[in-house]
């Protein structure tokens, strides 16, 4: 064999093994896109039309619920659909003086209304989780 016939097997096996990585990187790209979930949630469905909400309208709605307690200065809501309902996470950033267990159960009850109430699914609120993630300091004044 001289050194061209090597060479030449190197190279094609490299090439061999590239297109096969290019394919499956393609059929991941692919496979990540279909089952990525969908942006916007469909809330009712009826002959004359459908009502959508995104999902960023549908965290901002529980985030801005959050942020009008006393105690919360900042919220961050992520909402999954599993088995049919809705499980919420809420992170928190409070103040000190925040009455947490108060909090937790004003919250638990408000995702509640907001899906049965704003949203019009009653049997759609899942379990809410409240995470507190920070304590921001109470703001000076002069």
Same mark, same amino acid.
């Given at each position: ?30 496979? !990540? ?17 459908? !009502? ?13 619920? #959050? ?56 049997? #759609? ?18």
């Amino acid at each position: 064999m001289n050194d061209y016939s090597i060479w030449r097997d190197v190279l094609l096996a490299d090439a061999n093994r590239n297109f096969f990585l290019l394919w499956l990187a393609l059929a991941l790209w692919v496979l !990540l896109i279909l089952v990525r979930p969908p942006s916007t949630i469909v809330l009712n469905k009826a002959a004359t039309g459908r !009502l959508l909400i995104s999902r960023h309208a549908l965290n901002r709605l529980i985030e801005a619920c #959050a942020e009008q307690l006393k105690g919360v200065v900042h919220a961050r809501a992520q909402i999954r659909r599993s088995g049919g309902k809705f499980h919420t996470t809420l992170h928190l950033r409070v103040r000190p003086t925040a009455k947490l267990d108060a909090i937790q159960g004003y919250l638990t009850q408000e995702v509640g209304d907001i899906f049965k109430e704003n949203l019009g699914l009653p049997d #759609a609120a899942g379990r809410v989780e409240v995470k507190v993630t920070g304590v921001v300091p109470e703001s000076k004044g002069f």
